[in-house]
């Protein structure tokens, strides 16, 4: 099973936003398996930000916000802060046999 | 206060194998399904492997199936991951992973600090 299709790296502002795409096939993100993003910073263990597609655990705030058409899933970042510089990965999974799949990370600079 | 703590890690030859642990707290370990995720040096993340909560079902991803052995003993509150005919590119930082309750089994909502495993002669 191949990785999933990030962008090296996306860049913004303070108080901007970013949208980071992830793309896979018919059988994971443009599947019903759901698609969830982690948070990364550098020297420490990922951090859930957004599961099911478009939902937050408690405690993520809502600048933080998912989407999916087809086979792309789609994190976007409003009011870009300083602290939510990290690299960023998308993950979902294929169901014929399992296996769960995760992008090569996005790496996201606060200018 | 949720935890989980990875073993020490270590070093191992080509061909070698190493067994890890994690030992999990302030939840009701047997409720939850867990998964093994590692990140080789400088590179993105790598799911190993998945279990069930009563460790019935197993799924392994291709690069270690046949050669790695994902265990949980729910009395213990620990997680297990057998490790053998290790290879060079089995080098990685190694986190273990709670599945969130009523999530998918992709949507991990405790991690680890991870534990490095060093594969070289």
């Known amino acids: 099973q191949s990785a999933l299709s990030q962008p090296p790296s996306v860049s913004g502002s303070p108080g901007q936003s970013v949208t980071i795409s992830c793309t896979g096939t018919?059988?994971?993100?443009?599947?019903?398996?759901?698609v969830s993003w982690y948070q990364q910073a550098p020297g420490t263990a990922p951090k859930l930000m957004i599961y099911?597609?478009?939902s937050r655990p408690s405690g993520v705030p809502d600048r933080f916000s998912g989407s999916k058409s087809g086979n792309t899933a789609s994190l976007t970042i409003s009011g870009l802060q300083a602290e939510d510089e990290a690299v960023y990965y998308c993950?979902?999974?294929?169901?014929?046999?399992?296996?769960?799949?995760f992008g090569g990370g996005t790496k996201l600079t606060v200018l | 206060e949720v935890h989980l703590v990875e073993s020490r890690g270590g070093l191992a030859q080509p061909g070698g194998s190493l067994r890890l642990s994690c030992a999990a707290s302030?939840?009701?370990?047997?409720?939850?399904?867990m998964n093994w995720v590692r990140q080789a040096p400088g590179k993105g993340l790598e799911w190993v492997s998945y279990?069930?909560?009563?460790?019935?079902?197993?799924f392994y991803a291709d690069s270690v199936k046949g050669r790695f052995t994902i265990s949980r003993d729910n009395a213990r509150n620990s997680l297990y991951l057998r490790m053998n005919s290790l290879r060079v590119d089995d080098t990685a930082v190694y986190y273990c992973?709670?599945?969130?309750?009523?999530?998918?089994?992709?949507?991990?909502?405790?991690w680890g600090k991870g534990t490095t495993v060093t594969v070289s002669s």
């Open positions: 099911e597609v478009g």
């Open positions: 993950s979902s999974y294929t169901s014929n046999n399992i296996h769960i799949l």
């Open positions: 992973a709670r599945v969130g309750l009523l999530y998918r089994l992709l949507d991990m909502d405790v």
């Open positions: 279990i069930s909560g009563s460790g019935r079902n197993i």
């Open positions: 302030g939840f009701t370990f047997s409720d939850y399904e």
């Open positions: 018919s059988s994971d993100v443009g599947s019903d398996n759901g």
